[in-house]
Every structure is written in C-alpha cells, then in structure tokens.
C-alpha cells in the first residue's frame, strides 16, 4: 500500500513538471515567432524586448503569446538608466542578484517607461547597447 501511495505521488509529481514545462515551451515558441520580426530581441521570464531600427517594443510573454505590447522611439528617450530594486546602479557594476528595470525617460512624456530583467547584468547590457545607439543616431 505504502509503495502505491509513493508511486502515485511521483506520478503526480512528474505530470505537473511536464505540464509546466510544457507552459514555458509554448512561451518560448511563441516569442520565437514573436521575435522574427525585429533585428535584435531578448526573452526574459518578466518581459520580451523587441528593437527595429529606432522603435523598441516591449511586452509580457504568455503561453498564448507576448501581451500588453508597448512600443516607443529611442529618438524620443531623453535618458536612460539602470534600476536594481528600485535603485540607480552603475552600468559597469551591476550588483549580481536583484529585480533589475531599465528606466526610458521620453521627451514628450511625464511617466518614465520601466521595463523589468530578471538579471542585472544582463539589463546593464541591453542599457549600454541602446545608450549607444541613441547617442550614434542622434
């Protein structure tokens, strides 16, 4: 009997593992399609990030697909910067651990657009890359 219940509690286990990764693979199959159409784009378990030539657009990724899609100019961003829990970091030094969010502060906008990463260093990358791009561009 005792063998039963502990061979059903591992079926158990084993078919929620596969059901959940079975959800992430359809987020990722989904931001693949998704990404076909920018030059250069990033899967991230908070948000995707998409860039064609001057327009960032950015979202959440769902099994369904990416959602709550938003999508600005970087000719438009005035600046740029690196939060880790809700903190200016150094570019250079990202802390290793933390909830990290690229800050976009637009021109023509009041609100700041916050964009969230799951690694520090991996937002103080794609930071230092759209620095560059605006400041090559304009």
């Not at 596969?18 to 159409?37: I, S």
């Amino acid at each position: 009997m005792e063998r039963g219940l502990f061979w059903l509690s591992l079926l158990a286990v084993f078919f929620g593992l596969a059901w959940a990764g079975r959800r992430e693979f359809q987020k990722v199959e989904a931001y693949r399609l998704w990404a076909e159409q920018f030059e250069r784009a990033k899967y991230d378990l908070y948000a995707v990030i998409g860039q064609q030539g001057d327009e960032l657009t950015w979202g959440t990724p769902t099994s369904q697909g990416i959602v709550d899609t938003k999508t600005f100019s970087l000719k438009q961003v005035q600046s740029i910067q690196l939060l880790v829990n809700g903190k200016a970091a150094d570019w250079n030094n990202p802390p290793a651990k933390g909830r990290a969010e690229l800050e976009f502060v637009c021109n023509d906008s009041a609100d700041s657009t916050l964009i969230p990463f799951t690694e520090p260093s991996l937002a103080a990358q794609w930071g230092q890359f759209l620095l560059k791009e605006i400041e090559n561009k304009g």
